[in-house]
């Protein structure tokens, strides 16, 4: 692993972001770009921190918990680094099945499994096994209370039934919203848990394929799949959720990532044929078209006004959010194969933020962007 301090890396004067969320990004445009018009050098450049190599296997996802950085890997390694040296603190997981998504509650992280498991993970006192498996969901309760009745199953093909509190594929994507948990499956739902016990509440047949990322922004749940579709996923009063809006990339294109806007206005999804495109949230209409890599994008993660776009060129692009569309002002290079995950800190530093990247290199590169 190769590694430096953040605070020698770089020596910028520390500013408070003045990135705003302004209601540019509600105005509605007769004209799509279909290209970045322009490519504007930033006067303080991005910078790559740091390169970590520790891992044996393809990254897959990267998440953060306060000072630490966890990272999982297609190998079933979890691994936790210590900021801001970047020094390994502890692994975990081991044998546990390929790790496709991971986020943070609390004192827990979930993992998100190739087996179909959702495994929480609780820091333990006891310093030989710092994080302990508490849980594996479905839970041995939630299967109990349903396990006798038959209307608890559905057909999941021909001669075989299944729970349906049971993802029967790879849950490839997690996120976490107040009180509950939202998985998505290659098996093209969406569940839903609840947080204080794992309770299964609610299975949605979301899509016509494989469902490939998931998000929450201002209470809507945003789902992305293979199917070349956004859908958003609004809640009812008693609960339940229902299809809110539904948008549509390109003809025979996965949509692999979403993101939304911090203003809530603007939701962004990523495709296989190398574009980001932009709809206006409610009236779903199509405010962006840029063709962002030669190839596809895998993952995009969002800071204030700017967008970053991992792909399968090996390469990360960074956006700036205009009125009319995106504006290219740069491009982090050096992973030796496709980026498969991003993440971005929550907090600026030095006037700027810190982006972690996942690669099939086996690597994650820890970057400094600019918020200007």
Not at 103 to 123: E, F, M, P, Y
Not at 192 to 201: H, S, Y
Not at 240 to 245: E, I, Q, T
Request: charged share 20%.
């Amino acid at each position: 692993m190769q590694s430096l301090s953040i605070s020698n890396q770089f020596q910028t004067p520390s500013r408070t972001s003045t990135s705003s969320t302004s209601d540019d990004a509600s105005t509605e445009s007769d004209e799509i770009p279909t290209k970045p018009s322009r490519v504007i050098p930033t006067a303080v450049s991005h910078r790559n921190l740091s390169v970590i190599t520790d891992h044996t296997e393809s990254v897959s996802c990267i998440a953060l918990c306060g000072e630490f950085i966890i990272t999982a890997s297609h190998g079933k390694e979890i691994m936790v680094w210590q900021q801001p040296d970047f020094r390994l603190f502890t692994t975990f997981g081991n044998g546990r099945g390929s790790v496709k998504a991971l986020v943070t509650l609390g004192t827990k992280i979930l993992t998100a499994h190739q087996d179909s498991k959702i495994r929480v993970w609780k820091v333990s006192r006891n310093l030989e096994n710092i994080f302990k498996l508490v849980e594996t969901i479905p839970t041995k309760k939630d299967y109990f209370g349903k396990f006798m009745k038959n209307g608890n199953y559905i057909q999941t093909r021909r001669n075989h039934k299944r729970l349906w509190i049971e993802h029967t594929d790879t849950i490839s994507c997690l996120t976490v919203y107040k009180n509950l948990i939202y998985s998505g499956s290659w098996d093209r739902t969406i569940k839903i848990w609840r947080v204080n016990d794992f309770k299964c509440l609610e299975s949605i047949k979301a899509h016509d394929d494989a469902i490939n990322a998931i998000i929450v922004s201002k209470g809507r749940v945003f789902s992305a799949s293979a199917d070349g579709k956004i859908k958003a996923w609004g809640q009812k009063v008693d609960g339940s959720h229902f299809l809110n809006g539904i948008v549509e990339g390109h003809k025979d294109v996965s949509m692999n990532a979403v993101v939304v806007s911090g203003d809530g206005t603007v939701v962004y999804g990523g495709g296989s044929d190398g574009y980001v495109m932009g709809w206006l949230v409610d009236s779903w209409k199509l405010v962006i078209e840029v063709e962002a890599h030669k190839m596809s994008i895998l993952c995009m993660c969002m800071k204030g006004e700017i967008l970053c776009t991992g792909s399968t060129d090996k390469s990360i692009g960074i956006w700036k959010r205009e009125v009319n569309g995106l504006t290219k002002v740069g491009s982090m290079n050096g992973h030796e194969g496709p980026i498969k995950c991003l993440q971005v800190s929550p907090s600026n530093i030095g006037g700027g933020f810190l982006v972690y990247s996942g690669s099939l290199d086996k690597s994650i590169r820890v970057w400094w962007v600019p918020n200007g």
